[in-house]
């Protein structure tokens, strides 16, 4: 039972290049969640599914896209990276009964 | 919009002692729930304790402890016994239903041995 688990743990990209990162849950959450954390800050959420098929914006979406195709897994998308983008990555599912999240390990991501 | 306020960025607590970390919140509703996580240098989000905002009991997770001030808009973290592998970035988050958890900036915790 691994919870949740995020692909790459690092990238580093060039300003302009696209690419995914991918979380998958084995809990069979509905709700399932992206956020973003810069340094000395806390986190803060760029979007949200609440279920197979739907996703919505959080608080800072602009410059992402997600998919929730299945329901164990939520991509988050870069079209055209942006050194603004530079920061950890973090994906959550959540439990439904008690609104606890349980978050991936994050990604590290680097735009030069 | 709601905001979740740390207004101590680091904190200190001699290994074995007691230290509290202070949370404030901003809201409307009287429906919500409140965490604080951990987040070690491994930089996983662990949480700590929960409190559900119509109980009046303050939550209690072994060494850790809240104290959940409703009218006030305060939910303070204590750790007792303060150990080594305490040391961490606590974070305070806020949640409602409107499907956001808000989280405040962050207090380092340091331990000395």
């Known amino acids: 039972n691994a919870g949740v688990t995020q692909t790459p743990k690092f990238r580093v990209l060039k300003t302009g290049q696209s690419m995914t990162l991918l979380c998958a849950q084995d809990m069979n959450h509905e709700y399932m969640y992206w956020y973003r954390q810069d340094p000395g800050m806390g986190l803060r959420l760029i979007h949200y599914s609440v279920g197979e098929g739907t996703t919505a914006k959080g608080e800072v979406p602009d410059g992402y896209n997600v998919s929730r195709l299945k329901k164990q897994n939520f991509l988050l998308g870069l079209e055209s990276a942006a050194p603004s983008q530079t920061s950890v990555y973090f994906c959550?599912?959540?439990?439904?009964?008690?609104?606890?999240?349980?978050f991936g390990p994050g990604t590290r991501l680097t735009v030069t | 919009a709601q905001t979740v306020t740390q207004s101590q960025p680091e904190m200190s607590v001699q290994e074995a002692e007691t230290v509290t970390l202070s949370c404030t919140y901003d809201t409307s509703e009287s429906d919500y729930y409140l965490f604080w996580y951990k987040q070690p240098p491994s930089r996983q989000m662990i949480l700590v304790i929960r409190?559900?905002?119509?109980?009046?009991q303050n939550a209690t997770e072994n060494r850790f402890s809240v104290n959940f001030q409703k009218a006030a808009k305060s939910f303070s973290l204590k750790i007792s016994d303060s150990q080594l592998g305490d040391a961490a970035m606590y974070f305070c988050a806020y949640w409602s239903a409107g499907n956001m958890l808000t989280f405040g900036g962050g207090t380092r915790l340091m331990v000395k041995p």
């Open positions: 959550a599912a959540r439990k439904p009964a008690t609104y606890e999240q349980y």
């Open positions: 409190q559900e905002a119509y109980k009046q």
